[in-house]
């Protein structure tokens, strides 16, 4: 899975509905959103363990919300659109596609939707993780073209002028976007309100991939979530497990020892790699075997699934490197 991928985070928000019981052995991921200049940050669970992601545990849900439920997670957490088509709700169905294809960069998946809001909506998406300002042209809903706009220009252009967009609004998320691209942290510290600030350097340290713009984020458990997810997004796109570490979760800290939130960073980056090297480091025995498991299944290198711990997660390592 190539990093810029997985910065797919900060492009797309969804809704998941339906709540479900984490089970044991489930993974919580704090996930920052960032579509519009307004940050939503949400912990979403999956009880999807690595080599047992398929829709047959979804399949034997009667309940028709939950099912959604479960086919949106998995749909996002393998990018498969086929499991879109299973969701009966349909703004639950144009949101898995509209991450898929984000993470993509596929617009043939957008062109599944049938309303055109939500194929505007998911053409932004993918005109922004592709910085490809044809693609903003394409789209049919004011709102979303200005909105696409005012991400990718900056994104493409540092000189952008974003005086050339029509909405006021628009024009300013433009002009902040264009100020982070550009380090400028006035865009920043101007803002009186202490939220927004700390929201604007997490989202400054991640498209610009400067994780110490994080420590600017204030130091009080208010804004924990914050810098949590700053550093688990700089983490994963700079594919850096040292900075997992930093991440703390819920009033705890690195020395606390094991959160969810940490947790969940290491595997994230660890589907990342392909040199085994970095597994042979860990202490933690599960996050080992699943970096194994990772680069095993990255590199199609069976005889790393011999290092695997648990039985049935190096049987699944055997059957998808061997595949």
């Known amino acids: 899975?190539?990093?810029?991928?997985?910065?797919?985070?900060?492009?797309?928000?969804?809704?998941?509905?339906?709540?479900?019981?984490?089970?044991?052995?489930?993974?919580?991921?704090?996930?920052?959103?960032?579509?519009?200049?307004?940050?939503?940050?949400?912990?979403?669970?999956?009880?999807?363990?690595?080599?047992?992601?398929?829709?047959?545990?979804?399949?034997?849900?009667?309940?028709?919300?939950?099912?959604?439920?479960?086919?949106?997670?998995?749909?996002?957490?393998?990018?498969?659109?086929?499991?879109c088509e299973k969701i009966q709700n349909s703004h639950d169905s144009a949101s898995c596609y509209t991450t898929v294809a984000t993470h993509e960069k596929d617009l043939s998946v957008c062109n599944k939707l049938q309303n055109q809001t939500d194929r505007d909506r998911c053409y932004k998406g993918v005109g922004v993780a592709?910085?490809?300002?044809?693609?903003?042209?394409?789209?049919q809903t004011p709102r979303y073209g200005e909105e696409c706009y005012a991400y990718v220009g900056p994104a493409s252009n540092t000189s952008f002028s974003c005086d050339s967009l029509e909405d006021s609004n628009t024009i300013q998320v433009c002009r902040r976007e264009l100020a982070i691209r550009n380090?400028?942290?006035?865009?920043?510290?101007?803002?009186?309100?202490?939220?927004?600030?700390?929201?604007?350097?997490?989202?400054?340290?991640?498209?610009?991939?400067d994780v110490d713009i994080c420590k600017k984020i204030a130091d009080e458990p208010a804004y924990d979530r914050t810098r949590d997810?700053?550093?688990?997004?700089?983490?994963?796109?700079?594919?850096?497990?040292?900075?997992?570490?930093?991440?703390?979760?819920?009033?705890?800290?690195?020395?606390?020892?094991?959160?969810?939130?940490?947790?969940?960073?290491?595997?994230?980056?660890?589907?990342?790699?392909?040199?085994?090297?970095?597994?042979?480091a860990l202490d933690d025995t599960g996050i080992k075997d699943d970096c194994y498991y990772s680069v095993a299944k990255n590199t199609k290198e069976i005889s790393l699934c011999d290092k695997i711990s648990d039985s049935q997660k190096k049987e699944n390592c055997v059957s998808i490197a061997s595949s």
Do not use: W
Not at 130 to 139: F, H, L, P, Q, R
């Open 1 to 83: 899975m190539k990093p810029e991928f997985l910065l797919l985070t900060v492009l797309v928000a969804f809704l998941f509905f339906g709540c479900v019981q984490q089970q044991p052995g489930a993974t919580t991921t704090t996930q920052a959103i960032n579509v519009t200049g307004t940050t939503i940050e949400e912990n979403t669970s999956t009880t999807l363990e690595l080599g047992e992601k398929d829709s047959s545990g979804c399949e034997g849900i009667e309940n028709q919300l939950e099912k959604d439920g479960c086919y949106v997670r998995l749909g996002i957490d393998t990018f498969n659109a086929s499991i």
């Open 130 to 139: 592709t910085t490809d300002k044809s693609i903003c042209a394409k789209i």
């Open 183 to 209: 380090k400028d942290f006035s865009v920043c510290e101007n803002s009186t309100q202490k939220s927004t600030r700390n929201y604007c350097y997490r989202n400054m340290a991640i498209k610009t991939r």
């Open 229 to 280: 997810s700053c550093y688990l997004q700089v983490a994963i796109f700079s594919s850096n497990l040292t900075l997992c570490e930093k991440v703390k979760g819920p009033g705890g800290s690195p020395e606390d020892g094991p959160s969810p939130e940490r947790e969940s960073c290491y595997r994230q980056v660890l589907m990342q790699l392909n040199n085994a090297t970095n597994c042979d």
